[in-house]
């Protein structure tokens, strides 16, 4: 029998990990996301799909996790002075935010005939925000680091520390609150305030004398080890305490923030958590219960329309009166709209407390879910409908009647460097860059950039391209590099133009397309750093001088060969650290291969 439940567990364990590495890749590669691959995974496997398990609630709690560990990771990124200058945006943007919503959502429950005190846990569960869900979604977009996203975070972390007193509130309005006397309830809030006392004295006192002895061990599997111990340990605390897992964990990676320790940490627990998390939202799937929402489906339909709708226009009118523009406001109000995961706590402790019966329950969960599974189809139409945000050229100027000696089209870091020189021998430069907000910051250190597209010929006489004694292409858009290129040689034939190159192909082109001079961004600076590794390892010094050079002559010679004969042409001229038989074996694969892909060409020809 013993046997018999293992190899169950185990048959579980396989259909998890085959339902999300067989769904997400798809839905990635269609353009879906990965939580939604996860939560249609969870659909299948599910209850209501092919049966696979029967409590999708036992694989939220242990994936629950995954949001914990999120959010230590997310803690590692924000030292103790960035999240105190976060403060307005958490105690500000969050309160308001989290204040408003309620209000709103409560309404909602009581215009639809509902009873003001299960209005207002039902609509007060609405407002908490799934953490998973945003994070994931900001950390595939790309945009957890930048202010929008360091904004959101602000206002998930206010909901975090509301679950806190949301609870007290259902506990107090429910049919057993008079059993609560005060002092039990100022001994909650006691051991919560103890418990993040305590948690801060060991972050600060503790933690990092504790990594540096493990340290000193080289048990790598220990740091791992001490690593899950730090992440759950502190939410453990903070779960018993009555606070928020989360924000325990949140808290411990603030106090790690600044430790030496801080990215053996995260890539500890990086795998953990993508596992975890992709857990959380299979369980989310699995939990969908098809037979409340056809039994119930007009009110389900009503409470998420309306509650989704509600909130979306709360957070996107709260964001525009606190001086957010239009494009930011929309996609916090989309990414935002749903419910989320704290949810399922708050509704069931209403239960515990009277206020709401298991049906309501049921029904409200299920509006949460589906709007968990929403948010993901939300954000794609919007991408896809709102048009990208142009930059604003408030308050730049475009290039007119300029002159210069130099015109630099692209004033990066590379472009930096370039114009010390020449200001130092007083020539005169002109220059143009089309990032926005780079152009207002160039001024803070003393450069006038002028705002314009290289591309554009207008901009280029703009700028002084006609009496320019050199041009200067010093982008790192390889595409755009080579186009500005083409134009200015067709455009200014007699004016020299030099040009920054991304690798060796892309010199190739900028040669092809009329460049006189270009050089690898990087080639001088590997030039450098290869003579004084030569002189680290006992070279002398003119040796290492006399090799290098004798490179440069080389590296020339190969450019002119591949310049002619493509990218191949002069791979003879390289010094490799392969065998002759590895180039041997190498060459067969890629003969095997080519001839594989040849093979199959004809069948598909044959077929057609």
């Not at 308001?96 to 215009?111: D, H, K, N, R, Y």
């Not at 801060?200 to 220990?222: D, I, K, M, Q, T």
Request: charged letters at 20%; aromatic letters at 6%.
């Amino acid at each position: 029998m013993a046997g018999e439940a293992n190899a169950n567990d185990l048959t579980q364990v396989v259909v998890l990990l085959a339902a999300g590495v067989a769904a997400v890749p798809v839905f990635k590669k269609i353009g879906l996301g990965s939580v939604l691959g996860y939560l249609a995974a969870g659909l299948v496997i599910g209850p209501f799909g092919l049966g696979f398990f029967a409590d999708p609630q036992a694989i939220i709690h242990v994936a629950e996790l995954g949001v914990v560990m999120f959010l230590f990771i997310i803690g590692l990124e924000m030292q103790p002075s960035r999240l105190w200058g976060m403060r307005k945006d958490i105690f500000g943007l969050g309160a308001i935010q989290v204040m408003g919503a309620m209000a709103a959502l409560t309404g909602i429950g009581v215009s639809m005939g509902f009873p003001l005190v299960p209005s207002f846990v039902a609509g007060t569960g609405f407002v908490l925000t799934s953490t998973a869900i945003v994070m994931q979604m900001l950390q595939e977009r790309g945009t957890m680091s930048t202010l929008k996203g360091q904004r959101i975070i602000a206002i998930l972390l206010f909901e975090d520390l509301a679950i806190v007193p949301l609870l007290a509130i259902v506990t107090l309005l429910g049919t057993g609150a008079a059993a609560t006397d005060a002092s039990d309830r100022w001994l909650s809030i006691g051991i919560a305030i103890g418990a993040i006392v305590a948690l801060v004295l060991a972050g600060r006192y503790l933690l990092n004398p504790l990594f540096r002895v493990l340290a000193a061990s080289g048990a790598r599997e220990v740091m791992t080890a001490a690593a899950l111990l730090v992440v759950l340990g502190s939410a453990l605390a903070m779960q018993v305490s009555g606070l928020s897992m989360a924000m325990g964990a949140f808290l411990a990676g603030v106090l790690l923030s600044e430790s030496s320790f801080r990215h053996q940490l995260e890539a500890d627990i990086e795998p953990f958590r993508g596992i975890l998390l992709g857990l959380f939202f299979l369980g989310v799937g699995m939990a969908i219960d098809l037979g409340v929402i056809a039994a119930n489906w007009q009110l389900v339909v009503a409470s998420v329309v309306g509650y989704m709708i509600a909130k979306l226009l709360l957070i996107y009118v709260v964001a525009r009166l606190l001086g957010t523009c239009h494009a930011e406001s929309l996609e916090r109000a989309v990414l935002m709209a749903q419910g989320g995961e704290f949810a399922f706590v708050l509704y069931a402790a209403a239960v515990s407390a009277g206020i709401l019966n298991g049906e309501e329950n049921a029904i409200l969960t299920a509006t949460i879910i589906i709007s968990m599974v929403l948010t993901p189809l939300m954000v794609i139409l919007h991408d896809r409908i709102v048009p990208k945000q142009q930059p604003s050229t408030e308050g730049l100027t475009l290039p007119e009647n300029v002159e210069g000696t130099v015109l630099m089209i692209g004033f990066g870091r590379f472009g930096q460097i370039v114009s010390q020189p020449l200001l130092a021998r007083g020539y005169t430069l002109s220059l143009i860059d089309k990032d926005a907000e780079f152009v207002r910051d160039a001024a803070d250190f003393g450069f006038k950039v002028y705002y314009g597209d290289g591309a554009r010929i207008d901009i280029l006489h703009a700028a002084g391209a006609s009496t320019a004694k050199a041009i200067l292409i010093c982008l790192d858009d390889k595409e755009a590099a080579v186009k500005i290129a083409e134009v200015v040689r067709e455009e200014f034939p007699l004016v020299p133009i030099l040009a920054r190159a991304y690798d060796r192909g892309h010199a190739v082109d900028l040669v092809h397309a009329g460049v006189d001079f270009q050089i690898r961004e990087t080639f001088e600076s590997a030039l450098v750093f290869s003579r004084e590794t030569l002189k680290a390892l006992g070279e002398d010094e003119d040796i290492a001088a006399e090799v290098v050079e004798e490179f440069r002559d080389v590296d020339r010679e190969r450019l002119e060969l591949e310049m002619v004969g493509g990218i191949y042409a002069g791979r003879q001229l390289i010094r490799g650290n392969a065998q002759p038989a590895d180039i041997v074996a190498a060459r067969t694969a890629r003969e095997r291969a080519a001839a594989e892909e040849e093979r199959h060409r004809h069948e598909q020809e044959e077929a057609g």
